[in-house]
């Protein structure tokens, strides 16, 4: 009977996960075709669009709540059995990411200069970077509908149409580039112009899903302001989380780079193999935000141990899996990325701590996903920003010690280590599992 319910629980984390995880590895392919072709303009322009990226990047990051909130939400709803009431906080969050959209390009539009010359832009990149950023500027209101979108199909616990979009999304902005790009020479311009007719393709296509769902099931799609300070208050607290994350981030890049050179150049690549894995782990974390919403609003509090104790073990598997992974390419995967002898030695020893981290890595990311399913948002916002509280002076202090890269990954893992701890326990008791269509 356990082995029976295990594959039944196995079935349903690969249902949802697997095209979660194809859809998180497609959104990157946007700024790298992006790259592609404007690499082909010089170097000041792919300067340019880099800067810019790395803006929208830090925006997407931090709106990423529309998705996780809007999932954990519908699926509760899904789980008690309201697919009306579901669709109708599905619609509640696409209009709350328009509002923020439409605030957003407001805001935005007079604080471009200090945005590109806070990235350290050069004269000859900044340009170019405020160009893209200025037109892109157009695009985010229905890039954040397409974070709700999405959070609204995996709440009705389908991962596919949004892989299905993310792949669509792809191939548009590839070709629409290729067009303005090279075929009518508009430089830089022409990408931008590009991407956010390829964004607005992929809003369109959620909304036309989205609204023919409200039909089917009889849900108005007007704004319903209750449900938009319900959604706004959810995405506070995890907003607060991914600020908090994305700290620890920025700490990390900043304090490799004053190392020197070469420590730069072995973090980001290291880092980077990291953030591959970590698209993986996400994907279980995903599919964790949907099926815990979805047991908790079913009331079934058995259900979502049992299904709770199967995806931490997928996260534990997958991360010694990938651990074992990353030290058996370790001796070769230098060699793809520099030549440099000083990079190529820290990279190794990077790389080793990379692979210890993973199934610790595998833990949190499971169990950050659940707990965003359950709502548990405010534990969520809290206990991450302690962990960040740990990692900030750890970090500072294994610098002034010149303790290098290693003393850097090992703040990392002091982070991770917090995390799970915090994380764990509220996992093992109950105070999470509220159970009912609302939290």
């Not at 989205?210 to 099931?217: D, F, K, Q, S, T």
């Not at 607290?237 to 050179?261: E, H, N, P, Q």
């Given at each position: 009977?356990?082995?029976?319910?295990?594959?039944?629980?196995?079935?349903?984390?690969?249902?949802?996960?697997?095209?979660?995880?194809?859809?998180?590895?497609?959104?990157?392919?946007?700024?790298?075709?992006?790259?592609?072709?404007?690499?082909?303009?010089?170097?000041?322009?792919?300067?340019?669009?880099?800067?810019?990226?790395?803006?929208?990047?830090?925006?997407?990051?931090?709106?990423?709540?529309?998705?996780?909130?809007?999932?954990?939400?519908?699926?509760?709803?899904?789980?008690?059995?309201?697919?009306?009431?579901?669709?109708?906080?599905?619609?509640?969050?696409?209009?709350?990411?328009?509002?923020?959209?439409?605030?957003?390009?407001?805001?935005?539009?007079?604080?471009?200069?200090?945005?590109?010359?806070?990235?350290?832009?050069?004269?000859?990149?900044?340009?170019?970077?405020?160009?893209?950023?200025?037109?892109?500027?157009?695009?985010?209101?229905?890039?954040?509908?397409?974070?709700?979108?999405?959070?609204?199909?995996?709440?009705?616990?389908?991962?596919?149409?949004?892989?299905?979009?993310?792949?669509?999304?792809?191939?548009?902005?590839?070709?629409?580039?290729?067009?303005?790009?090279?075929?009518?020479?508009?430089?830089?311009?022409?990408?931008?112009?590009?991407?956010?007719?390829?964004?607005?393709?992929?809003?369109?296509?959620?909304?036309?899903?989205?609204?023919?769902?409200?039909?089917?099931?009889?849900?108005?799609?007007?704004?319903?302001?209750?449900?938009?300070?319900?959604?706004?208050?959810?995405?506070?607290?995890?907003?607060?989380?991914?600020?908090?994350?994305?700290?620890?981030?920025?700490?990390?890049?900043?304090?490799?780079?004053?190392?020197?050179?070469?420590?730069?150049?072995?973090?980001?690549?290291?880092?980077?193999?990291?953030?591959?894995?970590?698209?993986?782990?996400?994907?279980?974390?995903?599919?964790?935000?949907?099926?815990?919403?979805?047991?908790?609003?079913?009331?079934?509090?058995?259900?979502?141990?049992?299904?709770?104790?199967?995806?931490?073990?997928?996260?534990?598997?997958?991360?010694?899996?990938?651990?074992?992974?990353?030290?058996?390419?370790?001796?070769?995967?230098?060699?793809?990325?520099?030549?440099?002898?000083?990079?190529?030695?820290?990279?190794?020893?990077?790389?080793?701590?990379?692979?210890?981290?993973?199934?610790?890595?595998?833990?949190?990311?499971?169990?950050?996903?659940?707990?965003?399913?359950?709502?548990?948002?405010?534990?969520?916002?809290?206990?991450?920003?302690?962990?960040?509280?740990?990692?900030?002076?750890?970090a500072l202090l294994l610098y002034g010690a010149d303790a290098g890269i290693v003393g850097l990954w090992a703040?990392?893992?002091?982070?991770?280590?917090?995390?799970?701890?915090?994380?764990?326990?509220?996992?093992?008791?109950?105070?999470?599992?509220?159970?009912?269509?609302?939290?």
């Amino acid at each position: 009977m356990v082995r029976f319910r295990a594959g039944r629980h196995d079935r349903e984390i690969l249902r949802l996960a697997v095209p979660a995880f194809g859809a998180l590895v497609a959104e990157p392919l946007f700024l790298l075709s992006d790259s592609a072709i404007v690499g082909h303009l010089g170097t000041a322009q792919l300067g340019g669009l880099g800067v810019a990226g790395q803006a929208l990047n830090t925006l997407v990051y931090l709106c990423v709540f529309l998705a996780y909130g809007t999932t954990a939400g519908v699926a509760r709803r899904i789980g008690a059995g309201d697919r009306r009431a579901a669709v109708r906080q599905g619609i509640d969050g696409m209009w709350l990411a328009v509002a923020i959209g439409a605030v957003l390009i407001a805001a935005g539009w007079p604080l471009i200069p200090p945005i590109v010359d806070a990235f350290g832009a050069s004269a000859a990149v900044a340009p170019f970077a405020e160009t893209y950023l200025r037109i892109s500027l157009f695009g985010i209101p229905s890039m954040l509908v397409v974070l709700a979108g999405t959070g609204v199909l995996r709440g009705l616990q389908d991962t596919r149409t949004p892989l299905a979009v993310s792949i669509g999304g792809f191939t548009l902005n590839l070709l629409l580039n290729a067009v303005f790009v090279l075929a009518l020479g508009w430089g830089i311009a022409g990408s931008a112009w590009g991407t956010v007719l390829a964004q607005t393709g992929s809003a369109a296509v959620y909304a036309a899903v989205v609204l023919r769902a409200a039909r089917r099931e009889g849900a108005p799609v007007r704004p319903d302001w209750a449900g938009l300070r319900t959604s706004a208050t959810a995405g506070f607290r995890l907003l607060l989380r991914t600020a908090a994350l994305r700290m620890v981030l920025i700490v990390g890049t900043s304090v490799a780079a004053r190392m020197g050179d070469a420590e730069i150049a072995a973090y980001q690549v290291g880092f980077q193999v990291w953030t591959l894995l970590a698209f993986a782990l996400d994907a279980i974390a995903i599919a964790g935000q949907a099926i815990t919403g979805r047991y908790l609003g079913a009331a079934d509090v058995s259900g979502t141990r049992a299904v709770t104790r199967r995806m931490v073990s997928w996260g534990v598997a997958c991360g010694v899996v990938f651990g074992l992974a990353v030290l058996a390419v370790r001796p070769w995967l230098p060699d793809l990325f520099t030549s440099d002898g000083d990079v190529r030695h820290l990279l190794l020893v990077s790389l080793v701590l990379v692979a210890v981290l993973q199934p610790v890595a595998g833990v949190v990311f499971v169990l950050d996903g659940i707990l965003i399913g359950a709502g548990d948002g405010a534990y969520l916002a809290v206990t991450t920003l302690v962990a960040t509280v740990v990692f900030l002076p750890a970090a500072l202090l294994l610098y002034g010690a010149d303790a290098g890269i290693v003393g850097l990954w090992a703040a990392i893992g002091l982070w991770m280590a917090t995390r799970m701890v915090t994380l764990g326990l509220r996992a093992r008791g109950d105070r999470w599992m509220v159970t009912g269509a609302v939290r």
